[in-house]
């Protein structure tokens, strides 16, 4: 039964990993494979916590953790936290090549809000494009990000950092005489 109850909270959380930045939808269909030096689950406050180099794979997903912790409530997964020096996660994106990539101190998702939290040195990078900053929020019904900076986070003036390069042009034909 325990295993049973590791398998349901893995897929929960990894299927909240899913959503941010149109990642591969098919990853959703895909087994949850964790590893991790030890794991404690109690069924009475329906906590599960991974801890000691926590790997979490599904299809093209894969986050790396110190710390998973995984909370269900009465529908499901309520919240998950991973923690780590730094925690870091790495997806292929839908209809694309691209993979989304990002780092921080903490990851916080909320199921109800669909929200998910990059909290302390966040830095997401998306092929050349990147954003940087002391937290990173994106809400994933609204495909709404916010960027936050703090002195001594991420640079020395604590302001957001943001690169996005030009998009390749296509070639024009040759005007006709």
């Given at each position: 039964?325990?295993?049973?109850?590791?398998?349901?909270?893995?897929?929960l959380?990894?299927?909240?990993?899913?959503?941010?930045?149109?990642?591969?939808?098919?990853?959703?269909?895909?087994?949850?494979?964790?590893?991790?030096?030890?794991?404690?689950?109690?069924?009475?406050?329906?906590?599960?916590?991974?801890?000691?180099?926590?790997?979490?794979?599904?299809?093209?997903?894969?986050?790396r953790?110190?710390?998973?912790?995984?909370?269900?409530?009465?529908?499901?997964?309520?919240?998950?936290?991973?923690?780590g020096?730094?925690v870091a996660?790495?997806q292929?994106?839908?209809d694309s090549?691209?993979?989304?990539?990002?780092v921080?101190?903490?990851?916080?998702?909320?199921?109800?809000?669909?929200?998910?939290?990059?909290?302390?040195?966040?830095?997401?990078?998306?092929g050349?494009d990147?954003l940087?900053?002391?937290?990173?929020?994106?809400?994933?019904?609204?495909?709404?990000?916010?960027?936050v900076?703090?002195?001594?986070?991420?640079?020395?003036?604590?302001?957001?950092?943001?690169?996005?390069?030009?998009?390749?042009?296509?070639?024009?034909?040759?005007?006709?005489?």
């Amino acid at each position: 039964m325990h295993i049973l109850k590791m398998g349901i909270y893995a897929a929960l959380c990894a299927g909240l990993l899913v959503s941010p930045a149109h990642a591969e939808k098919a990853d959703r269909d895909k087994p949850v494979n964790i590893e991790a030096d030890s794991v404690t689950l109690d069924d009475v406050k329906k906590i599960s916590v991974y801890a000691g180099n926590v790997i979490l794979t599904q299809g093209t997903l894969m986050l790396r953790a110190d710390r998973i912790q995984a909370t269900q409530n009465a529908t499901g997964l309520d919240k998950l936290s991973a923690v780590g020096r730094p925690v870091a996660f790495r997806q292929k994106l839908d209809d694309s090549e691209d993979v989304i990539e990002g780092v921080s101190d903490r990851i916080e998702f909320d199921s109800v809000t669909n929200q998910i939290e990059l909290i302390g040195q966040a830095h997401l990078q998306r092929g050349s494009d990147e954003l940087r900053g002391a937290r990173i929020s994106y809400n994933a019904n609204t495909g709404f990000y916010k960027v936050v900076g703090q002195p001594n986070a991420t640079d020395p003036t604590g302001r957001v950092r943001a690169t996005i390069l030009p998009k390749p042009r296509a070639a024009q034909p040759a005007a006709q005489p």
